[in-house]
């Protein structure tokens, strides 16, 4: 017994209470007594390194390359992404790719190259092997992007998962970005990162790490070019970063360092080069394209832990409306269960639940439902009778089911693994429809299981299906969240195919975007946690999770009226724009600040509503483009040194520039604006770039800039769609794309592509397609001509 985890166990049961400690501390043990009989003890392991190349064997794409100790095969792909996978590990299985998987290039060839090492050249990309297995991506004029050293694993001489460790070097100026949601980026600062999805159990802010939705995906960005790298192995590890430094020690560049470490897996990796946009959309092609919110989950969502009643509800959405408050969505948490257990109603609280659904979407409200992993281990309950009947839920080694502790009590956990399980559990989703329900929000998928100390999640040794291969949580846990994602999303689909599913997730991995998005989870109320909401939209977004937004106001405590508002403000320009707090905080209803942050937060609701068909245009655009609705300020210009550092304001889509209110009590911010010339949106002074302006930021508004030339779709005064364009410098041109909201269903529909040009003191727009050139079919409305 280890005597830290005894005075543990003590101060738990003291300080939380008897009963409720008491179920945490034999969690705990209960969990640890598995993983000793369930987990190989590792014993001596013997060290091993590639060695030096022996054959080699072109084939599609690329070739084989055998060393004394270990083989690598390295594929290009027509797309430009280079896949090289050791010890013959090839592309799947695996979790992340979506589809068939991309097709090798056929022009891509493997040719000797100096000191006895190898190279596969194609269009796009030459990836250079040495002898003794270090790999080198270069970009087509032989700039090195990327080298990583010849790896070295770790072998248990008994047998089992072999750890491993790959160290790279990139260029002096590189600056890291992704990882899945850090609060502590977007831009990584050196440090270790852990690769495992983890519920702090408490509200979370820019120093916690890791949280709950980890990726093994690293964007590089540098002078040399942009380029992205996926280890693809789902299992526990950690990456150290080390940035460069130009001149360092005797006049010579310091590299910048990347050193994985994974505790088990295949030691396989895609990387792809090019501009941040192509490497985006190369991304999106390889693991799925990112799932469409239905247009009303572009609008603004209010949630609490706490709603108690159907009255509370109808209370809450009725000051919305008697304030002239835009209000989309309503969530309910947890507390609308029957004793936190999903797909339950407690009837007491919430006794005609489909009525008030009706009465909600006839104001143009949504319902949003809660849904967790967990389900109470009791006969007599439908949901716990249906998976056992099906043999749904996780096993430990010797084949007894594993328990834990949830919010619904004493739990068990589906094995999402299993494609049978998945259809079981996408099934449970027409009750859920049948109270009413729009949408669907998961939560507690790392999966989460109570305990007093160590690990809050399933027990190592627990037993998966995966896919019918095999394994334990070590390979599970960190797609736990994404394969019952899939359940949902699937399910759903089944049962409302005329509609698109509206899925999003505290937990997940790489390829979770095709089946919706994800929040912050906990943020720490406080401006520490205002910044960290930032990071992990702008770090999510890199990775391939274009929809995202925090809990406005943060989930505990209770922000000051300025702090609310600036969030409020933030969320605004947000593709998740959703309030939200726990069951102790303080209200998060916008009236609840007094009538000054009442009447600027109608301002950024209403123009949020303003903004949704651009909201709109960026979903359609992001599932066919990979790129996220908020990037960094360095999107179109990588080689900026001073926009890779900034890391308070970012663009809404190619058009808006937004520079949120970080700081208290400022009323004025500098804002870095890439080159060309910008306006504030407020005022429509003109600003020329690439400069730092410092512009007003009262509370009423946080400074929004529109590129010049933009043509941005808006919701015009009657309802309909507006062309807003923001004139162009003059002698130069614009533009602009727009996707139509075709509704909520499966429809696609076409991109309209539209130019504006200056002459003179006029802003000429057409609307340009294959068969010529045309008026804009909805109003037009010229910005920034004075």
Known sequence: MDGRDLVRSVSVVGSGGVARGLRTVRAAWRRRRVDAAGLPQRGAERARVPGQVRTVEPGPGGGLIRFARSELRITVAVSGAVFWGWDGAGPRPSYALAGSGPEPDPRAVLEPDKDGGWRVVAERVTVVVSRHGAVQVCT?????????????????????????????????????????????????????????????????????????????????????????????????????????EEGAGSGHDRVGRCEVRMEGGPLRCWVMVGAPARVLHTWAALTGAPAVPPSWALGHHHARWGFGTEQEVRKVVAGYRERGLPLDAVHLDIDHHQDHQSFTVDHDRFPKLPV??????????????????????EPGNAVYDGGAAVDAFVRDASGRTVRGLAWAGESVFPDFTHARVRKWWGGLYEERLGQGFAGFWHDMNEPTSFTAFGERTLPRSARHSLEGRGGDHREAHNVYALCMARAGYEGLRELSPRERPFVFSRSGWAGSQRYGGTWSGDVATGWPGLRASLSLVLGLGLCGVPYSGPDVGGFDGSPSPELYLRWFQLGAYLPLFRTHAS??????????????????????????????????????????????????????????????DCEDTFLLGDALLVAPVLDPGADRRAVQLPRGRWYDTATEQAYEGPAQVLVDAPLSRIP???????????????????????????????????????????????????????RGREVVVTREGEGGTGEPPCPVRVRGLG
């Open 140 to 244: 087509p004029g032989g700039v090195t992007l990327r080298r990583e050293l010849p790896p070295r694993w770790w072998e248990p001489v008994g047998g089992g998962p072999a750890r491993w460790m790959q160290r790279s070097e990139v260029a002096a100026d590189a600056r890291f970005f992704g990882l899945g949601g850090r609060a502590s980026g977007p831009r990584l600062r050196d440090g270790t990162y852990r690769l495992w999805n983890t519920d702090p159990g408490r509200a979370f802010g820019p120093g916690d790490d890791p949280l709950y939705l980890t990726m093994p995906v690293q964007l590089v960005v540098a002078d040399a070019g942009t380029h992205l790298v996926f280890h693809d192995t789902t299992w526990d590890g950690t990456v150290l970063l080390r940035e460069g």
């Open 583 to 644: 069951l102790r905080a303080g209200r998060r209803e916008p009236w609840e600040f007094g009538a000054e942050v009442l009447e600027h937060a109608r301002a950024a609701l209403l123009e949020r509503r303003r903004l949704v068909p651009y909201f709109v245009t960026l979903a359609r655009l992001a599932r066919r483009t990979g790129a996220p609705y908020v990037r960094p300020l360095w999107w179109e210009a990588p080689e900026d040194r001073t926009l890779r």
């Open 356 to 377: 008030l659904a009706e009465e909600l979407r006839r104001e143009g409200v949504r319902l949003v439902s809660v849904v967790d992993p967990a389900v109470r281990a």
């Open 704 to 758: 929004v800039f529109a590129r010049a030339g933009a043509v941005v779709p808006v919701r015009g005064a009657d309802g309909g769609l507006e062309l807003e364009v923001w004139a162009p410098a003059q002698g130069r041109t614009g533009g602009g794309l727009v996707v139509r909201d075709a509704g909520d269903g499966w429809d696609d529909p076409e991109i309209e592509r539209y130019v504006a040009r200056r």
